[in-house]
């Protein structure tokens, strides 16, 4: 059974950091892994996807990579800002369906 | 194009009673989910659909049904509610099974046992 951990749970950083948020995942045999962002309250916006056979995908100041055969990915964010406070979410795609992290709730203050 | 779009947005169901979530897409995706998320988690896969007349259970299923009798509409249906029902559930849609299909949510329905 597919099991995804984000690390780390939560994390605050001031304004301007650069971030990286975590994902493992313990099956290989992956399509693709994406990346979400949840608002309070509100549904899943896709951030990037990366395909099994790409490395990484770059989205403005997003960057994630996939390293398939040891089952992690990462999500980089350059220069955070307030706006960048959500809850960041990476899910694994087999046969049809997506597995879930429990998420990395990201806070970034003045 | 609305996406994926969701009714109703908040309802509050006492013990026992019986209700359908709706979920339309507009993008002609074969395949349609239902999740579920619980405070503080990820989210938790109840039934998907691979196209209409078919139908799948996920990770969560008990308690749940659903049927797929278009292409646009994956209606989900809770009888007997029960307060562990209480939750965030989410649809979602994808175009295809492999690697550059992304998967499009909803903004979701609030459910509350009571």
Known sequence: KQEVTQIPAALSVPEGENLVLNCSFTDSAIYNLQWFRQDPGKGLTSLLLIQSSQREQTSGRLNASLDKSSGRSTLYIAASQPGDSATYLCAVRQLGKLTFGQGTILTVHP | ?114
């Not at chain 2, 339309?24 to 007349?53: C, E, F």
């Not at chain 2, 299923?61 to 292409?71: D, E, K, L």
Request: hydrophobic residues 30%; charged residues 15%; aromatic residues 12%.
């Open chain 2, 1 to 114: 194009n609305a996406g994926v779009t969701q009714t109703p947005k908040f309802r509050i169901l006492k013990i026992g009673q019986s209700m359908t979530l709706q979920c339309t897409q507009d993008m002609n995706h074969n395949y349609m989910y239902w999740y579920r998320q619980d405070p503080g988690m990820g989210l938790k896969l109840i039934y998907y659909s691979v196209g209409a007349g078919i139908t799948d259970k996920g990770e969560v299923p008990n308690g749940y049904n659903v049927s797929r009798s278009t292409t646009e509409d994956f209606p989900l249906r809770l009888e007997l509610a029960a307060p562990s029902q209480t939750s965030v559930y989410f649809c979602a849609s994808t175009r295809g099974q492999g690697g550059p299909n992304e998967q499009f949510f909803g903004p979701g329905t609030r459910l509350t046992v009571l």
